[in-house]
């Protein structure tokens, strides 16, 4: 047997077998059905979406934001907490915490499809959700300590404010301190 008789595609050595096809990769089945199989290269095709755009989602708005600071621009207003269910995500990653938290089910599911095609115990599939549940929890945290800390520093902005717009007249003396007038007058005599 000849390797053009194994091959379905003689560009393509690595598609082995018709399950292989890029043209019959069924997504939604790969990503959203638990039941069933995926083959090893619909596997890292669903895998390499989730990760390209978990990378995409962060870093474009992120770099985006950092040139944007550095021209001048005031990007106070992107980095707003907004709360996304448990989580506090600045504004500007709301779309990259959407994603990621999608891509947890789906990641699994593609997982569990994977194990039994290579007719493993799918109970294994539980493994991955372990770093990237840690990942979220670190995630999460270190959101929930910024906010906190963005917040301190808008009271404190916001009362230094309004100390400043609406001064307490009982707090200002009503003339020069009484050194100044003792002063000026020992230097006339």
């Not at 990007?75 to 600045?90: I, M």
């Not at 906010?147 to 301190?152: E, L, V």
């Not at 009362?159 to 230097?187: F, H, I, L, Y």
């Amino acid at each position: 047997m000849t390797s053009s008789e194994t091959e379905i595609d003689p560009h393509r050595p690595w598609l082995r077998d018709e399950r292989d096809d890029p043209r019959a990769m069924n997504w939604p089945a790969t990503l959203f059905n638990p039941l069933g199989e995926t083959t090893k290269l619909h596997f890292s095709r669903a895998w390499t979406l989730m990760f390209m755009g978990r990378i995409i989602l962060y870093i474009v708005p992120s770099f985006v934001l950092a040139i944007l600071g550095i021209a001048g621009m005031k990007t106070a207003a992107f980095n707003k907490p907004v709360d996304l269910l448990l989580l506090a995500v600045p504004a500007s990653l709301v779309p990259f915490a959407v994603f990621t938290l999608v891509t947890e089910f789906t990641s699994f599911i593609a997982h569990l499809r994977r194990f039994a095609e290579a007719r493993r115990p799918t109970f294994l599939a539980a493994i991955v959700l372990l770093p990237l549940m840690l990942g979220l929890a670190g995630y999460a945290g270190g959101v929930t300590m910024g906010k906190a800390q963005f917040q301190a520093m808008q009271q404190k902005a916001a009362a230094a404010k309004a100390a400043a717009e609406n001064p307490d007249p009982a707090a200002k003396p009503a003339g020069p301190p009484p050194e100044a007038r003792r002063g000026g007058q020992r230097g006339r005599g």
